[in-house]
């Protein structure tokens, strides 16, 4: 499958900025910042047997310094600093919230994703954590970490089902804010269908018993 991260180029002044190296530029009334956002997993998990439930999806919380939109770096161990001409377009946890909410509409086996407002009694929750999400940056290459942890809650019987850990990391050639963005869609890629691969076997198993 080929997934594809639109950028979004937010221009705040005539000139374009250029990020590169793993270095931050100066922002000043002379640049333009790019936004980038991250998109929806286009996946299918098979569930056999299941009944289309509802789910509601809560928040994705967000680690301390995971709160905002900048796109972190860290050149040395313990530091951590923003790209400061590339941002993300909304706080990574909610462009993260939205790309697990369309994907786990387009299974057959869910009939509605709440995020908000209830509509109807939700047979199972989902909750998130952001945990990590950086990019490590090193002489020669760079590595870039996405890290979360869930949870998935049954309403009848009222129990966790399953918690799990969705680590994940993806070298990098180019250390600059694009390939960053590039990198993170890959890695949201797999923790997608790795979260909503999880709600399809709880939901299995809710079949089953």
Known sequence: MTFTIRFLAL???LAA?????????SA??????TAYRLLAVP??????????VVIRLLAVGAAPGLGGT????????GQIEPYRDSRWVAPPADLIRAAIAQTLSRQPWVSAVEQATPLAPADWTLHCDLVRLEHDVFADHGVVHLDMTCQIVQASPRRVFAHWHVDGQQMLAVNDAAHYAQAVQSLLQRAVAQIVTEV????????AS
Request: hydrophobic share 45%; glycine share 18%; net charge positive.
């Open 200 to 207: 399809g076997r709880a939901v299995g198993h809710g079949v």
């Open 70 to 77: 900048a796109m972190l770096y860290s050149a040395q161990p």
């Open 17 to 25: 900025a250029t990020v590169g190296g793993g270095c931050t530029l």
């Open 11 to 13: 221009a705040i002044a």
């Open 28 to 33: 000043t009334g002379g640049q333009a910042q």
């Open 43 to 52: 996946v299918v998990v098979p569930v056999a047997h299941a009944q289309p």
